[in-house]
């Protein structure tokens, strides 16, 4: 089961429609949007600033989301955030991929459609151009994002919106 807690007053704003698997903990100044999931063992913490996730989106499995005091964190619409990601006090536009175990740090932001590859590094106060993958530790330009990239992130969120209902699905079918 999933652990949605209040924090110094502040109590997540989660859509009914969000998938938050077992073991997912959400506290505090958190808004997360339509359709979007929150996979087993992701930790979302409002408990500094607040965090906003937009609709589509996907924080996949032990994925951390933070902030530093006044700087929120905000994570637009159709973005996919990859398994063991730590985004903390940044922006990621929408549309943009966060690799498996990339870290983006305070103040960075990552441009609309953007793509961060895994394990890499953007560190504080780095700005990814849109349509732009980055590799490396710290994160460098690779290379421009493609149309297959693009399709293929396009399918990513549709099928982990789709996954997401479907797992909702089973998870209310349980308990009744």
């Known amino acids: 089961m ?35 999931s929150i996979w087993y063992n992701a930790v979302i913490r409002g408990d500094v600033s607040p965090t906003v996730i937009g609709e589509r989106t996907s ?46 740090l305070d103040g960075a932001e990552v441009g609309e459609g953007a793509m961060v590859g895994a394990g890499a590094l953007v560190p504080p106060g780095k700005v990814i151009p849109p349509r732009t993958l980055v590799v490396g530790s710290p994160a460098k330009p690779l290379r421009e994002v493609n149309e297959a990239d693009e399709a293929d992130m396009r399918r990513i969120v549709r099928e982990y919106v789709e996954k997401g209902q479907f797992y909702k699905k089973q998870s209310e079918m349980g308990r009744q």
Do not use: W, Y
């Open 2 to 36: 999933a652990t949605v807690q209040p924090f110094g007053g502040k109590r997540p704003d989660i859509h009914e429609s969000v998938f938050l698997a077992a073991g997912s903990v959400v506290t505090g100044d958190v808004k997360i949007g339509k359709d979007s």
């Open 59 to 104: 924080i996949q499995d032990n994925s951390t989301l933070h902030q530093s005091p006044g700087k929120p964190l905000i994570v637009e619409d159709e973005v996919i955030v990859g398994h063991n990601a730590v985004l903390h006090s940044c922006i990621v536009r929408r549309g943009a991929m966060i690799g498996m175990g990339a870290i983006v």
